[in-house]
T-cell receptor
């Protein structure tokens, strides 16, 4: 069975600085998708970024980028130029290529200080 | 286009009472899911459906039942609520197929069982 581990329960960053959130996963599959979801205090789950395992190039969405290391089964999220609105819970998630079920990590709470 | 909506947003139940959570989506998605979110545990899949009239068990199905009589609706039932079912419940939907790598989430329902 696949598992997703987020070893940082909480992180903090100063506004305009860069922060990296860690995620590791365990799988025996070669084809899969990885995601980062943001959950602000409103509770709404918002997709931040996704990565297809067959793509070697790291995904980027504006200030958000990932460092995908397939051999190491690592999928970290880098937030550049942090903003107060980035404060939220961030969840890493895994989806097998052949199913639509998401497996979530336990989340990292990010605080952003002015 | 409302996306995914959940009814109710909050509910308090006494142990042994029953209730039904309603999830509705207007995106014509085939797949729908119910998750629960507990502190420190991320989101866990309860049940899911890959089409009208079909349902399947997820990671934590015990104590819950579901029905998908209409494509746009996915109901989650608690027949005899227990304090261990105190949680935040999220519904999600996605289109089918390998291109369906994003799940769209509802705003959540906070359920307290006393």
């Amino acid at each position: 069975a696949q598992t997703v581990t987020q070893s940082q329960p909480e992180m903090s960053v100063q506004e305009a600085e860069t922060v990296t959130l860690s995620c590791t996963y365990d799988t025996s599959e070669s084809d899969y998708y990885l995601f980062w979801y943001k959950q602000p205090p409103s509770r709404q789950m918002i997709l931040v970024i996704r990565q297809e395992a067959y793509k070697q190039q790291n995904a980027t969405e504006n200030r958000f980028s990932v460092n995908f290391q397939k051999a190491a089964k690592s999928f970290s999220l880098k937030i550049s130029d942090s903003q107060l609105g980035d404060a939220a819970m961030y969840f890493c998630a895994y989806r097998s290529y052949n199913t639509d079920k998401l497996i979530f990590g336990t989340g990292t709470r990010l605080q952003v200080f002015p | 286009n409302a996306g995914v909506t959940q009814t109710p947003k909050f509910r308090v139940l006494k142990t042994g009472q029953s209730m039904t959570l309603l999830c509705a989506q207007d995106m014509n998605h085939e797949y729908m899911y119910w998750y629960r979110q507990d502190p420190g545990m991320g989101l866990r899949l309860i049940h899911y459906s890959v089409g009208e009239g079909t349902t399947a068990k997820g990671e934590v199905p015990d104590g819950y039942n579901v029905s998908r009589l209409k494509k746009q609706n996915f109901l989650l039932g608690l027949e005899s609520a227990a304090p261990s079912q105190t949680s935040v419940y999220f519904c999600a939907s996605s289109p089918p197929g390998q291109s369906s790598y994003e799940q769209y989430f509802g705003p959540g329902t906070r359920l307290t069982v006393t």
